[in-house]
């Protein structure tokens, strides 16, 4: 990382380095062209290195044993916590909880806040375009406690429609929960403003950070809100681990969410009292490496500065857009750059997603096609499946214009079929 001084403007090239499987050749020879981020994200030497280092020489359960290695590990994994703390600038180390993903950040609070919060007729406020992981988890408490969900509609060109919010809060939902960034149009939701309004109706706010974090500068006090989720593996890390940040009052008061051992304070054959936080909500044995792994992921992202990825990532996304539109044929999804994150999701008229991403494949180019785990949008948006392309800071212009000479060629392939 000393390589990564504050140098402007960042330089893909240099950073690329640090990425050995960017260097892959596939089909004979062809170049791999990683533009699946939004689905996961490659590692750094620096991760890839520092779960190797944590094997060979720091690895035992944590919090558990009295031995020096324990010790070590435990230093490790709570370092992590502490610099995931900083990263959102939440108040207190207690108000970060290692989960194994988003996914299960928001299956937590569902359950748990949700389960002892959420009663017959009570309303939960969502949007129309978020992933399943934010719409599932909701759809099942609503199913058990008889409550009812509402969502915030979109414009045609994938913005969340803020007039419709006024009249959605004054029916009073317990909570308001928001993608930060759409997953499949990319666009940045105004999440400080809807915070301030949901409070102001007096609902909470949870946050589905996943393709925020890892990309935009995340402050959770500013932004004001109650519940914020996020995954590693999309911001550099090892799979496997997550972040959800709480704030205390709320999490103090919430039930553990699963029961085990870590969790506890004292145990009888028929009763528990449940341990502190952060231990409250992290039963069992916690992804102890991947957890390490992030925090060094989270080092590299901070020497880079997240201001500096998301400027770059912007202006990836204007190109996409312009050589996208002079392909022909082809429809984007979601609002201009200036509203979005390096997110370009789109389908290419008379030609299926799939046949789009399997000719892109044979040019290396990874994307993804499909719904994208948001069946919902894309009905709304009128399509049942998109091509997507996703941006991180290693990727180049001349990958995007890859992009579009392969979407050119997809054209003409099946113009002859
Ligand atoms: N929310 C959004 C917006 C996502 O993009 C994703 C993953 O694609 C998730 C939630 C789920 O994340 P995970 O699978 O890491 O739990």
Known sequence: MSTLAPVLPLDPE????????????????????????????????????????????????????????????????????????AFINARHREEVIFTYGTTEGINLVARSWGGKNVGA??????????????????????????????????????????????????????????????????????????ARQAHAAGALVLVDAAQSVPHLPTDVQALGVDFLAF???????????????????????????????????????????????????????????????????????????????HEYERMLTIRAHQVLQSVGGVRLLGPAPEHKAGIVSFTLEGIHAHD??????????????GHHCAMPLHKRLGTNASVRASFYFYNTLAEVEQLAAALVETKRVFRKA
């Open 121 to 194: 007729g009570d309303e939960i406020l969502l949007t129309e375009m978020e992933h399943h992981s934010n719409l599932v988890p909701w759809q099942q408490l609503a199913q058990e406690r008889g409550a009812v969900l509402r969502h915030i509609p979109i414009t045609d060109d994938g913005r969340l429609a803020m007039d419709a919010l006024p009249a959605l809060l004054s029916r009073r939902p317990k909570l308001v929960a928001v993608a930060a960034v759409s997953n499949v149009v990319g666009t940045i939701n105004p999440v400080a403003e809807i």
């Open 14 to 85: 240099t950073l690329r380095e640090d990425f050995p499987i960017l260097s892959v050749r596939l089909h004979g020879d062809v170049p791999l062209v990683y533009l699946d981020n939004a689905a996961t994200t490659q590692r750094p030497r620096q991760v890839i290195q520092s779960l190797v280092d944590v094997y060979e020489k720091q690895y035992a359960n944590v919090h558990r044993g009295i031995h020096w290695l324990s010790d070590q590990s435990t230093d490790l994994y709570e370092e992590a916590r502490e610099k995931a703390r």
């Open 231 to 309: 995954s590693g593996h999309k911001m550099l890390g090892p799979s496997g681990v997550g972040i959800l940040y709480g704030r205390r009052e709320l999490l103090d008061a919430m039930p553990p969410f699963l029961g085990g051992g870590s969790m506890i304070r004292r145990v009888k054959l028929d009763t528990f009292e449940p341990a502190e936080l952060p231990a409250k909500f992290e039963a069992g044995t916690p992804p102890i490496v991947p957890a390490i792994g992030l925090g060094t992921a989270i080092d590299y992202l901070h020497a880079i500065g997240l201001e500096r990825i």
């Open 356 to 369: 789009v991403a399997q000719i892109l494949d044979r040019h290396g180019i990874a994307a993804r096609a």
